[in-house]
């Protein structure tokens, strides 16, 4: 029986993973520089070495990742990933079974599917059959459990929450669309909305000064300090937020008549700022039944529900290969 794997959230920045156990426990965390700026071949090197070193004095054959993008874990390929690894149908597990070996079992899932699947696992919904992960980060990702399963759908592709329409007519999305869910509750759309606010000039808010010389990845968290501070201004865009998150919200809850609708990722840190607009519009939207049975809440795992999932999706996967 498996008792070890390894579960590896892979991400622009870094690359941050663990040595988990059958029962879900952490052994062993690590994280280094993913250096996707250097490209393709770096990434897998450093990969590589990462996970030599995590297993190192173990015997593990198993080893699960999320990434950002659109993958195709049947086969192991990266479709897509725009945003970390630039390449197109990137065959990832081959590449990696040729390095470390073909006797070791790689799987690869979206990195919300895989945090998704780490609530459902160790997390906030443990005890729920059915559930959404929405994770707020620099895009908004999606991930569904439904009926104790990881709903991926015929292409894989199931899930892209942040990619359903809001506002027809609404702010331009980077998937090309309009008024997408990403465009209003992502860290990425509240750095648009205090730019567009900023704009004009007879506008009082303390962001003026606030965001002056700051790194644009700190804004969302500028914003919540001066929400935070009684800025009227910066209030606002977090109701904005939670508006088109409980709008969102609704048509799931509709549509799916989930158990839980679980959020995390960075921007979820002013949860308070924005999740009683989300209820008050979900309430507004969706039917009263399920409705009423829905809890909408925060994410417990930070920011290892991405490691965990990941982990737990290789166990099973070596399960299913059992003979
Ligand atoms: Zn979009």
Request: glycine content about 14%; hydrophobic content about 40%.
């Amino acid at each position: 029986m498996v008792d070890k794997v390894i579960g590896i959230d892979i991400g622009g920045t870094n690359l941050r993973g663990a040595l988990v156990s059958r029962e879900g426990g952490i052994l062993k965390r690590m994280e280094i520089s993913s250096q996707a700026d250097q490209g393709i071949d770096k990434v897998i090197e450093n990969l590589a070495g990462f996970i030599k070193d995590i297993s190192e004095g173990e015997n593990v054959c198993n080893i699960g990742m999320g990434i950002p993008g659109i993958i195709n874990s049947k086969d192991g390929v990266i479709t897509q990933a725009p945003n970390i690894l630039n390449v197109d149908d990137y065959p990832l597990r081959a590449v990696l079974n040729e390095k470390l070996g073909s006797d070791i079992n790689i799987v690869i899932e979206n990195d919300a599917n895989s945090a998704a699947v780490g609530e459902w696992w160790m997390g906030a919904s443990k005890d729920v059959n059915s559930m959404i992960m929405i994770t707020m980060g620099t895009g908004v990702g999606g991930g569904l459990i439904l009926d104790g399963k990881l709903w991926t759908g015929a292409d894989g592709m199931a899930g892209e929450i942040g990619h359903i329409t809001i506002y027809p007519d609404g702010a331009k999305c980077k998937c090309g669309n309009y008024g997408c869910l990403e465009s209003y509750a992502s860290a990425t759309a509240i750095r648009r909305m205090v730019r567009e606010g900023l704009e004009d000039k007879s506008l009082n808010t303390i962001l003026r000064e606030s965001t002056k010389n700051i790194e644009v990845e700190d804004i969302p968290q500028i914003v919540m300090e001066a929400a935070g501070a009684g800025d009227g201004f910066s209030l606002g865009i977090w109701e904005e937020v939670g508006k088109a998150l409980g709008i969102g919200i609704a048509s799931l809850i509709n549509l799916l008549n989930i158990e839980m609708v679980v959020i995390g990722g960075g921007v979820s840190n002013a949860w308070d700022l924005f999740i009683d607009k989300t209820y008050e519009e979900a309430r507004r939207r969706a039917f009263r039944a399920p409705m009423k049975r829905t809890k909408i809440q925060r994410g417990l795992l930070r920011d290892d529900a991405g490691i965990l999932g990941s982990a737990h999706l290789a166990l099973k996967s070596s399960n299913e290969k059992k003979p």
